[in-house]
């Protein structure tokens, strides 16, 4: 079965420092990987997608994100974060680019700090 | 991107009562919406697949006469919580399928059950 592991609940950085959200997978195939950012009171959005390609993916609003398969992992990055970037993260496994089936992590929720 | 709208965003209802959600996409058509919970600080689970004009396809353990699911537009679906009990409080988002396979989240629904 697949499944998806956000080892921190919760993460705190200060404003314009660099972000590494963690998120390790299991999945029997090749997987389709993807993040999504949850604001207060918005539904989840797309940051990014993986499944093939480059292992460096480049998303919206600066984040990017690298597929290992040997760690089995798919970290989130942001070189400089912003206030605005305070969310709840969630990364997901699936079979496809549609979302059946889709496998979430447990979430990362980020504060930032002046 | 296309948008999906969920409604209420919060409701609290006394034990025994049924509480309805919807979930609408307003710029396109989704022939499936999918039914997410989030238990706190656990992921979100599927709970079902709906398709317009069909019966939803419930994931494993979910009860398909507690949560009852209508699809009856290409624009809308509709979650039922029958005789909502406690244990039922959750936070419920759903979802739906664009044209290309994405998926766009409606902002979710927090259902407290007293």
């Known amino acids: 079965a697949q499944s998806v592991t956000q080892p921190d609940i919760h993460i705190t950085v200060s404003e314009g420092a660099s972000l590494e959200l963690r998120c390790n997978y299991s999945?029997?195939?090749?997987?389709?990987l993807f993040w999504y950012v949850q604001s207060p009171g918005q539904g989840l959005q797309l940051l990014l997608k993986?499944?093939?390609?480059?292992?460096l993916v480049q998303g919206i609003k600066g984040f990017e994100a690298e597929f290992k398969r040997s760690q089995s992992s798919f970290n989130l990055r942001k070189p400089s974060v912003h206030w605005s970037d305070a969310a709840e993260y969630f990364c997901?496994?699936?079979?496809?680019?549609?979302?059946?089936?889709?496998?979430f992590g447990t979430g990362t929720r980020l504060t930032i700090i002046p | 991107g296309a948008v999906v709208s969920q409604h209420p965003s919060w409701v609290i209802c006394k034990s025994g009562t049924s509480v309805k959600i919807e979930c609408r996409s307003l710029?396109?058509?989704?022939?499936?919406m999918f039914w997410y919970r989030q238990f706190p600080k656990q992921s979100l689970m599927l709970m079902a697949t709906?398709?317009?004009?069909?019966?939803?396809?419930?994931e494993q353990g979910v009860e398909k006469d507690k949560f009852l699911i209508n699809h009856a537009s290409l624009t809308l679906s509709t979650l039922t919580v029958t005789s909502a009990h406690p244990e039922d409080s959750s936070f419920y988002i759903c979802?739906?399928?664009?044209?290309?396979?994405?998926?766009?989240f409606g902002q979710g629904t927090r259902l407290t059950v007293v």
């Open positions: 979802s739906g399928e664009g044209r290309k396979g994405e998926a766009f």
């Open positions: 709906s398709n317009e004009g069909s019966k939803a396809t419930y």
């Open positions: 997901a496994v699936g079979a496809s680019f549609g979302n059946e089936k889709l496998t």
């Open positions: 710029d396109f058509q989704a022939t499936t």
């Open positions: 999945y029997g195939a090749t997987p389709y």
């Open positions: 993986y499944f093939s390609g480059d292992t």
